[in-house]
C-alpha cells in the first residue's frame, strides 16, 4: 500500500485536514494517510522543517509527503514537487526543503503547473493529486516543468568564541513538554569539549555540568542535559510537566531563539 504523510499548520479544529484526506480517498482508495503533525505554529517554517526532518526518515523509500504550510500561491512563491532521498515532498517554495535537506542535493525538482481551481486550499486542490499521479506511475514531467532550485535558507549554526573555549548555540524548538532543543549537535560538542570539564550556562543562575543518557538519570523536577535522538543538544527538567506547563521553557525562562 502506498504512503502519503501529512504535515501542516491548519490544527485539528476545522475541516481542513479531513477534506485533504477525504480527496485523496476519493482519488485513490489503495493509499496509506498518516499524519505527521498538524500542530506547526501557523507559517514557522523552521519548526516544520525540524518536524518533517526528523520523522520522513522512518518512512520506506518513496513515500509521499505532503508539506502545507505557506502555501499561498503569488508571483514569488512556486508550488514544487521533489524527490530527495528517495522519497517525494510535495509543497510551496518557502524554504523548508533547504532547512530539511541542508546537504542532501536534490535528484529532480518540478514547479507544478496543473490548474489551479481553489485558489485558497491548493493542499486539497493540487497536492492531493500531485501525490495520486505519483502513486498512479505518473512522471513528474507531466505535472510541471523542471527548475534547478528551490529557495533556500540557513540553518542557524553553533559558534566558537573565546578563543575555543566558548560555544554558543540557540533554541531551536522547543517540544510539548517544555523541553529546550538546541541547534548544537553531538559531534560539534565534542569535537570543541576535546576532553575538557565545561559549563553549560542557563539564565537565572542555572548551570548544567554533566551530560546524561536519560531524563531519569536525574531525579524528578531537576534539570537533565542529553543529546536527544536527533543527536542535539536537549535540555529539560525530569518529569516537570505534569500540569502541561511547567516543562523547562516556563521554569527556566528560556525562549526559542534564546542563547546557549
Not at 522543517?49 to 522512518?58: E, G, L, Q, R, S
Not at 508550488?79 to 518557502?94: E, L
Not at 543529546?227 to 528560556?254: H, M, P, V, W, Y
Amino acid at each position: 500500500m502506498h504512503i502519503i504523510t501529512l504535515t501542516s499548520d491548519y490544527g485539528t479544529k476545522d475541516f481542513f485536514i479531513s477534506a485533504i484526506k477525504g480527496t485523496l480517498l476519493s482519488l485513490e482508495k489503495n493509499v496509506n494517510i498518516i499524519d505527521i503533525s498538524h500542530e506547526i505554529t501557523p507559517f514557522h517554517i523552521p519548526e516544520c522543517a525540524y518536524i518533517v526532518k526528523n520523522a520522513y526518515k522512518f518512512f520506506p523509500k518513496n513515500s509521499i509527503h505532503i508539506i502545507a504550510i505557506d502555501t499561498g500561491k503569488n508571483k514569488n512563491t512556486k508550488h514544487i514537487v521533489s524527490y530527495i532521498d528517495g522519497h517525494y515532498f510535495i509543497t510551496s517554495d518557502s524554504g523548508v526543503l533547504s532547512l530539511i535537506f541542508p546537504k542532501n542535493k536534490p535528484e529532480k525538482i518540478i514547479e507544478i503547473t496543473i490548474s489551479e481551481k481553489n485558489l485558497l486550499f491548493p493542499a486539497q486542490d493540487i497536492f492531493t493529486r500531485v501525490a495520486c499521479h505519483i502513486i498512479n506511475g505518473g512522471t513528474l514531467i507531466e505535472i510541471g516543468k523542471i527548475i534547478d532550485s528551490y529557495k533556500t535558507f540557513q540553518n542557524a549554526l553553533p559558534t566558537e568564541i573565546n578563543n575555543g573555549n566558548s560555544l554558543v548555540g540557540e533554541v531551536i524548538y522547543i517540544d510539548r513538554f517544555g523541553n529546550l532543543i538546541t541547534n548544537i549537535e553531538h559531534n560539534i560538542f565534542h569535537a570543541i569539549k576535546n576532553n575538557r570539564d565545561f559549563t553549560i550556562q542557563l539564565p537565572r543562575g542555572k548551570k548544567v555540568q554533566n551530560i546524561h543518557k536519560t531524563y531519569n538519570d536525574v531525579k524528578e523536577s531537576e534539570i537533565v542535559a542529553l543529546f536527544n535522538s536527533s543527536q542535539l543538544l536537549e535540555i529539560a527538567i525530569n518529569r516537570a510537566d505534569k500540569n502541561a506547563k511547567s516543562g523547562a521553557s516556563t521554569l527556566l525562562g528560556i525562549k526559542e531563539g534564546d542563547q546557549i
